[in-house]
């Protein structure tokens, strides 16, 4: 029998706060795959020795993780086949924009998107200063799905790299990745969310009253080597989307701490 204790206390010293269970953040981990992005539910998942080589841990603690996404219904188990994703048990009402780049990516590769605007702009001190550069090119988006708009999405991109955008050849494609095809990896976000009123003309691209509540999402994109590539700022109408967050329990004791 493979212990797991070594793999949970791995990296912790005596007296430190409690981390919690390795399980528990793969769990986390595919769980979020499972419930955020369109998988294929004829597609059979990583086997469990493939999963244990991806983590690192042990197959005990990979079944651990499987059985309790089991329990969920998250995943059927298919003897002598294998484990596949659980089809959705309903529609998805609203559009999840808390979680990772890569889950906002996948939303976005269901819709469409219209630029309302492309050009080269000198930008406010606030945006020059977090992209380390006074002109940038500005791109306004609205995207929408299945006909109806979603989001309205100012993006600037610093000047050092608007010369790999085409507007004809990035069409709506998503511009962290056209700049992504170009050599220029966003691995890096910080990301802060509000709320404004709508101001009249951005409520008639959404369909909403002027003054209407938005959700607005800022994000600034760096590379490996810290370098800001891209600064976003979407607006979203509450009713189509929403923020979803897990939060576990990280330490034990009269405070807790969760993250």
Not at 55 to 76: A, C
């Amino acid at each position: 029998m493979v212990d797991t204790t070594s793999e949970t206390t791995k990296g912790r010293r005596a007296g430190q706060p409690r981390i919690q269970p390795l399980y528990h953040q793969i769990y986390i981990h595919l769980r979020q795959l499972l419930t955020e992005t369109e998988l294929d539910t004829t597609e059979a998942l990583p086997s469990e020795p493939a999963l244990a080589v991806r983590y690192g841990v042990s197959r005990v603690t990979i079944r651990k993780t499987l059985d309790q996404l089991e329990s969920e219904g998250l995943i059927i188990r298919v003897h002598g086949k294998g484990t596949y994703p659980a089809r959705a048990t309903g529609p998805q009402d609203k559009a999840n924009i808390s979680s990772g780049l890569d889950n906002l990516l996948s939303f976005e590769s269901r819709t469409s998107a219209v630029n309302l605007g492309w050009e080269m702009v000198t930008v406010d001190d606030m945006i020059a200063q977090q992209l380390d550069s006074p002109r940038c090119l500005r791109i306004t988006r609205l995207r929408s799905r299945e006909g109806a708009p979603m989001s309205y999405t100012t993006l600037h991109v610093p000047e050092r790299y608007a010369h790999l955008l085409e507007q004809e050849e990035t069409a709506d494609e998503p511009i962290v990745r056209a700049l992504d095809r170009k050599g220029v990896s966003a691995q890096r976000a910080e990301q802060v969310i509000s709320a404004i009123a709508a101001p009249a003309a951005m409520a008639r691209h959404l369909n909403v009253k002027a003054g209407a509540p938005l959700i607005v999402m800022r994000r600034l994109l760096f590379d490996q080597n810290h370098i800001p590539v891209l600064y976003q700022e979407s607006r979203y109408p509450p009713d189509r989307f929403e923020y979803r967050m897990t939060l576990n329990r990280l330490s034990v004791g009269p405070v807790a701490q969760w993250g």
